[in-house]
């Protein structure tokens, strides 16, 4: 049985009755119990609607309900809202919730920290401090939905698995939390809506491949040779650019999907003409589109961005072998944008910030 009511599926909740009310509870009231969790989204056990009072109140005191709490809450000015919620066993992790006019994209983790260690990326400097439990990863959505009014909306919402953590080092809960979102009798968020990224597990990727209900996939390429990939993302040493390139080529797309490929351009180290040109090479020929991320900055981070003028020659380039984007960076000010995820409550490193990457 899992730890608490969110993340719980079906037969996890059937089991949970079967134990605290007694054996042969009818399968109708365990869906009941799921429905009033994701579908309704009650945010405790003595809300679930229909159950005999004594059977919720026996729910509420012997099983954890899940939903995180809120731990600090951070406002950007583009109206990026990053989330710190206490977990638990009193773990803290970030969400983020980005408002564009009336689409809402949810940034959400999948580990405390991350074991990576990418060197452009300030989550990679707290290490790895656990994986997130499924009702964690889903807790997050039904946490920000219900604090945000969003709870009726939750059928278009766009989520993407992109906050703290690498989701391919925590599969099993990373799937078990899609399956209880993308359930049409669940949370009825739509797979065609939710975007996994990896640093490039590549064994991992092609166990994704094989799911059945996943969410899009988005790759980190972030380089266009071996070398400087080893050097930026020290995992290639284990899952080389080769290797990763491969499993792309082979992953099985459905009809309505195409890879995303992910590059963060830092100033002279990875954003020449020459990058670009080897960038539009590696990705040729496969279903995909490319979003360039100029560099969010961060203390401990030894990189720069790049001028917005070399972010778009690399995009020209690119963009003669498939559709190129630039994303928009969204709360840099609070630490919400990609890469910006450590926590950061320190007022002087946000006028840190500021002076590192004026006018943002
Ligand atoms: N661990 C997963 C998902 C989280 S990171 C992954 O690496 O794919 C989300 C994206 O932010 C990744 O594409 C990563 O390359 C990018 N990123 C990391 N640090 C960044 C930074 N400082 N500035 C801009 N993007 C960054
Ligand atoms: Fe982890 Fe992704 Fe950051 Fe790399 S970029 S350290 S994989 S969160």
């Known amino acids: 049985m899992a730890a608490s009511l969110i993340g719980s599926n079906l037969g996890e909740i059937q089991a949970c009755l079967d134990r605290i009310v007694g054996p042969g509870v009818p399968a109708f009231r365990a869906r009941q119990v799921y429905e009033s969790i994701y579908k309704q989204r009650v945010t405790d056990a003595s809300a679930i609607r229909g159950l005999p009072r004594e059977w919720r109140e026996k729910l509420a005191k012997e099983v954890a309900f899940g939903l995180p709490e809120l731990d600090k809450r951070y406002q950007s000015a583009d109206?990026?809202?990053?989330?710190?919620?206490?977990?638990?066993?009193?773990?803290?992790?970030?969400?983020?919730?980005?408002?564009?006019?009336?689409?809402?994209?949810?940034?959400?983790?999948?580990?405390?920290?991350?074991?990576?260690?990418?060197?452009?990326?300030?989550?990679?400097?707290?290490?790895?401090?656990?994986?997130?439990?499924?009702?964690?990863?889903?807790?997050?959505?039904?946490?920000?939905?219900?604090?945000?009014?969003?709870?009726?909306?939750?059928?278009?919402?766009?989520?993407?698995?992109?906050?703290?953590?690498?989701?391919?080092?925590?599969?099993?809960?990373?799937?078990?939390?899609?399956?209880?979102?993308a359930d049409p009798d669940g949370a009825g968020l739509s797979m065609r809506r939710m975007t996994l990224s990896t640093s490039g597990i590549v064994p991992r990727i092609e166990e994704l491949g094989r799911e059945a209900v996943r969410p899009k996939l988005a790759i980190s390429l972030n380089a266009s040779t071996e070398e400087q990939r080893r050097e930026l993302m020290p995992i290639t040493k284990k899952y080389s650019l080769r290797d990763l390139m491969a499993v792309c080529k082979a992953y099985p797309l459905r009809s309505w999907e195409h890879l995303s490929f992910e590059y963060?351009?830092?100033?002279?180290?990875?954003?020449?003409?020459?990058?670009?040109?080897?960038?539009a090479r590696l990705i040729a020929n496969l279903r995909c589109k490319v979003n360039l991320i100029a560099l969010n900055p961060g203390p401990g981070i030894a990189f720069q961005t790049p001028d917005p003028e070399r972010v778009a020659a690399f995009q020209a380039i690119v963009k003669r072998s498939a559709p190129c984007f630039v994303r928009k960076p969204r709360g840099r000010d609070i630490y919400a944008a990609c890469g910006q995820l450590k926590r950061m409550a320190d007022s002087s490193a946000f006028v840190e910030l500021e002076a590192a990457a004026p006018g943002v």
């Open 79 to 181: 109206g990026t809202i990053r989330y710190l919620l206490r977990l638990d066993d009193g773990k803290t992790v970030e969400t983020v919730l980005m408002p564009e006019g009336e689409r809402y994209t949810f940034c959400i983790s999948s580990q405390v920290g991350c074991p990576v260690n990418c060197q452009f990326c300030l989550t990679a400097l707290m290490g790895l401090e656990r994986n997130l439990t499924a009702g964690e990863i889903v807790g997050q959505i039904l946490f920000t939905a219900a604090e945000n009014g969003l709870s009726s909306q939750i059928a278009k919402l766009n989520v993407v698995m992109m906050g703290q953590g690498e989701p391919l080092l925590n599969l099993p809960n990373v799937l078990k939390a899609v399956r209880i979102l």
């Open 264 to 279: 963060v351009l830092l100033r002279g180290v990875n954003d020449s003409d020459d990058d670009a040109r080897r960038v």
